[in-house]
């Protein structure tokens, strides 16, 4: 069982960064590929960006690309999300969450795929 706290998540204005974590409680972090996902509301829980359990592959959606990086510290059982040039349409509920896959090497973009989800973290842009 893996449990998942993000944090990091804040009120910010347009234009500013944050920089989302997510901490892992399992000792075996280092199987699991991760993705964060956000949900603002009245709308479906989207794919901000994932990364394999090497932390060699990633994903960004098209609305995040060149303003998001994703990365993972296995040896601190963390992952992290960096936002810059935040917008007011990034306002949201930020989750993140992981999959197991021992024997995977790839990443993956629907929730469905996912075995642990986080609490969420509200992240709110400013205009």
């Known amino acids: 069982q893996e449990q998942l706290v993000e944090s990091g998540g804040g009120l910010v204005q347009a234009g500013g960064s944050l920089r989302l974590s997510c901490a892992a409680s399992?000792?075996?972090?280092?199987?699991?590929?991760m993705g964060w996902f956000r949900q603002a509301p009245g709308k479906e829980r989207e794919v901000v960006a994932a990364i394999n359990k090497s932390g060699a592959s990633t994903y960004y959606a098209d609305s995040v690309k060149g303003r998001a990086t994703i990365s993972r510290d296995n040896a601190k059982n963390t992952a992290y999300l960096q936002m810059n040039s935040l917008k007011p349409e990034d306002t949201a509920v930020y989750y993140c969450?992981?999959?197991?896959?021992?024997?995977?090497?790839?990443?993956?973009?629907?929730?469905?795929?996912?075995?642990?989800w986080g609490q969420g973290t509200q992240v709110t842009v400013s205009s």
């Open positions: 399992g000792r075996t972090f280092s199987t699991y590929a």
């Open positions: 969450a992981a999959r197991s896959s021992p024997y995977s090497e790839g990443f993956y973009t629907a929730p469905r795929y996912y075995d642990y």
